[in-house]
């Protein structure tokens, strides 16, 4: 349940979420939250999307504290059917070598409460290795 858009700053990555996250509350049945670093995109998403500036949480530090966060997202609203995380690697400290163990972390909690995450990585898929390999990507 969670699908990746991976490339380098500058190839569109954010926009092409953005455009995912606009289509995807149209046709939703339940929420949809979008998860940026600041509030830059706020006036790109439409209206319906919950989003969440990260820079409004500088206190979370880690992927333990980022999967805390997310934990509470989710029990704050049991009808969300996707969250939209735009540059992961902006967020919380987490680097390249965190994402195998953040993005299982993931997707185990997308399976447990089916909800579906579209994670954005600047790194090129030769980078982030074998991650690429085993989530779907959407470009």
């Known amino acids: 349940m969670v699908k990746l858009l991976v490339g380098r700053k500058g190839s569109g990555k954010t926009k092409s979420m953005v455009t995912l996250a606009n289509d ?7 929420s949809v939250v979008f998860i940026n670093k600041n509030h830059r995109l706020m006036y790109s998403l439409k209206y319906k999307i919950r989003v969440v500036c990260m820079e409004e949480y500088e206190d979370i530090t880690n992927s333990d504290e980022y ?19 735009d540059s992961i690697l902006k967020h919380a ?47």
Request: glycine content about 6%.
């Open 24 to 30: 995807r509350v149209e046709s939703s049945n339940g």
């Open 67 to 85: 999967i805390g966060f997310i934990y509470g997202i989710i029990s704050s609203d049991h009808d969300i059917e996707v969250i939209f995380i």
């Open 93 to 139: 400290d987490i680097s390249i070598e965190d994402l195998p163990e953040f993005l299982e972390r993931l997707n185990y909690i997308g399976e447990k409460h089916q909800i579906e995450f579209i994670v954005s990585i600047s790194a090129s898929a030769d980078e982030i290795g074998d991650v690429a390999k085993k989530y779907e990507m959407l470009n």
